[in-house]
């Protein structure tokens, strides 16, 4: 069983900075690219940011600038730091791993995490 578990969110005024986690647990071998979603009230599911397991990266244009993803594979650990936050910034935040590699050999493909809201203050 694998479980992504996100943490960090809070409500923080404009301008402000959260950086949120995701952890990965479970039997683990090998977790390729990442990503952060953000569902904001009344729109659909968003990405934010993703990264490849070389550490490759991208952003949404509306967060390119203040916002940098990385991750620590040795603690199957997923970041983004958001920083200059603006109310439009607000929802839940989501990671998901597009595959998994477990130690059975197996894969596991798009696992979720269940959100951390993010609430930004004008």
């Known amino acids: 069983q694998v479980q992504l578990v996100e943490s960090g969110g809070g409500l923080v005024q404009s301008g402000g900075s959260l950086r949120l986690t995701c952890i990965a647990s479970g039997s683990i071998r090998t977790i390729y690219t990442l990503n952060w979603y953000r569902q904001s009230p009344g729109k659909q599911r968003e990405l934010v940011s993703s990264?490849?397991?070389?550490?490759?990266?991208r952003y949404d244009d509306s967060v390119v600038g203040r916002f940098t993803v990385s991750r620590d594979d040795n603690e199957n650990t997923l970041y983004l730091q958001m920083n200059n936050l603006k109310p439009e910034d607000t929802g839940v935040y989501y990671c998901?791993?597009?595959?998994?590699?477990?130690?059975?050999?197996?894969?596991?493909?798009?696992?979720w995490g269940q959100g951390t809201q993010v609430t930004v203050l004008s």
């Open positions: 990264i490849t397991a070389e550490g490759t990266t």
């Open positions: 998901k791993a597009d595959k998994i590699q477990v130690t059975a050999g197996g894969f596991l493909t798009n696992r």
